[in-house]
């Protein structure tokens, strides 16, 4: 009996020793996991040298918990209609690999007054569009302007789809705009999506400012963080993919129906540089049977494959000055095509 108790202890005490060396080296994989990207974060250089797979997961965590989005910020203002605006005024963006300032005006976008009357050139975007990362005169609005002469207003707010876009541009004196530019970005085709099948709707101002709150909230760091992103990382459904021709139709049905303002005649444009697939759909979708002449006078500007790494931040998934002089010019030429 003695000798199956001191049987039965050893096991006890073999299966504890078993559990502490498990926690231990959980607990020290969290550590080094998070001494990592804690080093990592704050040197980006470091991220290029890495294994895809690991940099991927380096931005994975920046992008998803580190950065600040200014949609959830006290930069912005509530809107009934739009959700949100810029707030008017002077502020700066600090993220790992920049600090940029930015200059609101009245109408809540980023560019000046004066730009608000008489524009020649109208771009409507998001945060590409608005120039994430890069100072004011650095955004492709900016730079075309400085390149073409034509006075350009910067509408561009930060995750804005199609819908909020031409919403905003009914808000806009267009009376003597020449081109009017679409951004487009593959994540617009969410609002898109929802204004295809009738359900899109604006939250209150309530449920926007606890989204704000909580987002203010969660960018405090505790130890662990990181790991438990990489957790998540592993549990996340992966995103929906609609497909490049029902993204298409989407989009063109934003184009005619969002907005009140009368499209038709105008030289427009739609730029896009994500998918080959959804720029062969949307030209499918310009020339079918029936296709009114909004869309069939649309002008696709296409950069798919004309950015090299050196045109985005190593952390960041928006384009650097490079990146943003490039759209500049492919603007220009299509303007005088």
């Keep these: 009996m003695k000798r199956a108790r001191s049987t039965g202890k050893r096991r006890w005490q073999h299966a504890a020793a078993k559990l502490v060396v498990v926690i231990v080296s959980a607990a020290g994989a969290v550590l080094l996991h998070e001494i990592g990207m804690f080093l990592l974060l704050r040197h980006p250089r470091w991220v290029t040298r890495l294994p895809a797979a690991l940099a991927r997961h380096v931005r994975d965590v920046y ?3 580190d950065r600040t989005l200014i949609q959830f910020s006290q930069h912005t203002r509530f809107d009934p209609e739009l959700l949100y605006t810029l707030q008017p005024g002077r502020f700066v963006q600090r993220e790992r690999e920049f600090a940029v300032e930015y200059d ?13 009357h008489g524009a020649d050139v109208i771009v409507l975007g998001d945060s590409y569009a608005m ?3 890069v100072s004011q005169d650095e955004a492709f609005p900016s730079v075309l302007e400085q390149l073409s002469g034509l006075r350009t207003l910067n509408a561009g ?3 804005y789809g199609t819908l909020r876009e031409l919403r905003l541009l009914d808000r806009i004196d267009h009376s003597h705009a020449r081109f009017i530019v679409v951004q487009y970005c593959s994540n617009d085709v969410d609002e898109n999506l929802a204004l295809l099948d009738g359900s899109f709707h604006v939250p209150g101002i309530a449920k926007y400012e606890h989204a704000v709150a909580a987002a203010l909230r969660d960018r405090h760091y505790w130890f662990g963080r990181y790991a438990w992103r990489l957790i998540q990382q592993v549990r996340e459904p992966k995103p929906l993919d609609v497909g490049p021709v029902l993204e ?20 427009l444009y739609v730029l896009t540089w994500e998918s080959a697939a959804f720029v062969s759909a949307l030209e499918a979708e310009r020339h079918r049977p029936g296709a009114p002449p909004l869309l069939r006078d649309l002008h696709v500007v296409s950069l798919v494959g004309a950015f090299s790494p050196l045109d985005y931040y190593v952390l960041d998934d928006h384009w650097t000055p490079a990146g943003h002089r490039k759209v500049a010019q492919a603007l220009l030429a299509a303007f005088e095509h």
């Design 63 to 65: 992008l998803t918990g």
């Design 131 to 133: 120039g994430w990362g």
């Design 248 to 267: 298409a139709r989407a989009f063109a049905n934003a184009l005619q129906h969002a907005g009140r303002t009368e499209l038709d005649g105008r030289r």
């Design 157 to 159: 707010i930060s995750s």
């Design 104 to 116: 609101v005006n009245e109408l809540g976008v980023r560019d000046d007054d004066a730009s608000l």
